[in-house]
């Protein structure tokens, strides 16, 4: 475990109030302070749900309305997880049984409008009479969110108001929340502790003829530019130009590809929009953390990762352990830990990742650049808190993704474990290589989620990328 000096805290707390200030986080926090985790957790039940409502474009991911249901792997006996849409058969057994993560009650809402929008749906009817009745039984509850989003922020009033009992979100308030998930706000963090060296080249405006002439300037210093929305996740709100391409084209028809582009991405002219610099490097790791509040400690780094990127864009399919130098591990340890303690100032709690380049040789000379702050749980930290959950010690190498097969649609997930029992990784035994999680997609898009344990990275690819097809006969 590593983390940061008292010093060094010091330095990033006090980096960051002029944007406190600005901002006015003291009178804006107000609202929230009754839910607001401040100190010591009391031993209460806990309500995990995955609610990814608040971040634009993820209705284009195949099953994600089912992505809802990684929040049982949080959740152990005595808790419980709500969703919208119906478990998967036999997944349950599989979590409680197989997997050992305890009795968990599940909670079922009505959707509403939004299918992903968990949080909303639970704040009314029979979801809320049972959350409600688990507070009155425990004294208390703590929700712990996939993102501290203003509706998951209402249903701990309402439960509070309902049962009588305190009720703890384990997550930023929302002024909080978006200063970490907006690319411009974050970016603003990393200015003011490390510098802007630390990012890419990059400029903002709501005005769409400057956002192409920005466009236009860096394309005649970089190889490639892009644009970005700046709340937007897995690449879903980026277009990437070839620069000599993009320049060739001329000014109005540059101007043109960004009115498409905010069009595509349902831009309402009230929101700034970043022209980028686009790195020319494969390598784009990331760090995951958690942090407390500021009176419980310093942010802990719970470990640098590789992110599986696939096309252009770089849409993220799944994580392992960095395989990076230890100089390049240890340099984005330290940097993530100096952002950290600047969130945790500015009220930041809960689980927290950055996504990074590097830039140069990994094995001489290299910089490091922040693209963007996850400030939630995601695709790397759920199977990372699960495998540290099922192992004891050290977590070991493996390799985490979406897993994909046209032939794989309408199985059911008790074939998917005949198919692989050999393989199943058992936590009584300590045998066997791979966990499954977020089989909710199969049936409709045949996709799960996958963890392939190995004694190294290198046995953890070959399990997910020659035997798992295999054993599927996929």
Known sequence: MMTLDAAGRATAKAAVQPLAGRLELGTALEPFGPCRWMSALPRLPVLSLDDVSAIPFLTGVSGVEEYQHR?????????????????????????????????????????????????SALSSGPGLAQITAAARAGGGLIIHPYMGIESVWDLGRRVAEESGQPVIILAPPPPVTWIANDKAAFGEVVTRVLGSEWLVETYETNDPTDVAEHLIDLASRHSRVALKRLRCASAMGNEVFDSRQLLSFGPDHVRERVNDFLARTEWHGDEDVQAVAWEETDLSPSTQLWIPPEDLGPPRLDGVYEQLLEGEHGVFIGSRPSTLP?????????????????????????????????????????????????????????????????????????????????????????DILAAVEPELYDPVTGSGHFVFYNVGPLAANGKLDVIALGETQEQAEEMMETTLPRLLGV
């Open 71 to 119: 929040a049982r792997l949080r959740a152990g006996s005595g808790d419980l997880f709500g969703a919208v849409t119906p478990q998967t058969p036999g997944y349950e057994a599989y979590c409680r049984d197989h997997l050992r993560l305890g009795s968990a009650e599940f909670v079922r809402a009505a959707p509403k409008e939004d299918p992903l929008a968990v949080a």
């Open 326 to 414: 230890p100089p390049v591990n240890q340099a984005m340890a330290h940097a993530s830990l100096r952002i950290a303690a600047g969130l945790q100032a500015l009220g930041y709690v809960g689980r927290c990742s950055f996504d990074l380049l590097v830039v140069g040789d990994p094995d001489g000379d290299f910089e490091l650049r922040f693209t963007e702050c996850n400030g939630r749980w995601g695709g790397t930290s759920t199977p990372m808190a699960l495998v540290e959950r099922l192992l004891e010690g050290p977590r070991p190498p493996y390799r985490a993704q979406d897993f994909v097969r046209s032939a794989l649609v309408g199985r059911p997930f008790s």
